[in-house]
């Protein structure tokens, strides 16, 4: 999504990037939430079975993701973004900015309802990883996805207040944080859903196809298949 950032802003670019960073965001943000939401649903009831295919997880992040494209596409056609010569300390700058049918500050206030539907899902998040805390910790990955959600929930909280005011000042300096703090989102989180895993794989296991689980139960042993659910 951060190449829509690169070179001189053109109307076809700036008209992408909330697809290419607004959608993509908001469906990590579901993603995560919706493997919480899973592992909590699975061990509400530790004496009954469920089973929640991946199947019900895409429908759950469609369900989700709806809304956000609604936003994206409502944000296109009414305030659509573009590009415009603007003034900076005596300087002309090609700026993406807002046209469309509203002009400024439509595209804002689109970008602050995303932003808000993206806290919600945040919020829903965090509330199931702390109803979730008490599950076994080998059969829990809601520590890493929690970290995730609140790795992204505080970034938002910092990143986008310095952006929207260094942005009317230094439009080279914002267009710095916002690629930057993109780059670590992204980087930061599938380090911390895929890196324990790959160390668990290749550093303890070994490279080894593990075919038993041993509980910390004393003298219990439990047959692990390896082939996916």
Not at 57 to 70: G, H, Q, Y
Not at 109 to 134: D, E, K, P
Not at 137 to 149: C, D, G, Q, V
Request: glycine content about 6%; hydrophobic content about 50%.
């Amino acid at each position: 999504s951060v190449f829509a950032f690169f070179g001189k802003p053109h109307p076809v670019a700036c008209g992408f990037q909330p697809w290419l960073l607004g959608l993509p965001a908001i469906s990590m943000i579901v993603a995560l939430c919706a493997k919480n939401w899973r592992i909590y649903r699975i061990f509400t009831y530790p004496m009954k079975r469920a089973s929640i295919t991946n199947f019900e997880l895409f429908l759950l992040w469609v369900i989700f993701m709806t809304p956000a494209l609604i936003i994206i596409v409502l944000w296109t056609i009414i305030s659509t973004p573009t590009c415009k010569m603007k003034d900076f300390e005596g300087q002309d700058h090609y700026v993406c900015a807002t046209g469309g049918f509203t002009g400024e500050p439509g595209g804002l206030i689109f970008f602050f309802i995303l932003v808000a539907y993206s806290a919600m899902i945040l919020a829903v998040g965090a509330i199931t990883s702390i109803l979730g805390r008490n599950i076994p910790s080998r059969f829990n990955e809601s520590k890493l996805l929690t970290l995730s959600i609140y790795n992204l929930a505080f970034l938002a909280m910092v990143i986008i207040p310095v952006f929207l005011v260094v942005q009317p000042i230094n439009p080279f300096l914002a267009w710095i944080l916002r690629t930057c703090s993109v780059l670590y989102a992204f980087t930061a989180t599938m380090l911390l859903q895929f890196l324990p895993i790959l160390l668990g794989i290749f550093v303890q296991d070994k490279g080894k196809n593990i075919h038993k689980f041993k509980s910390n139960i004393k003298g219990a042993t439990l047959n692990h298949s390896t082939s996916p659910s």
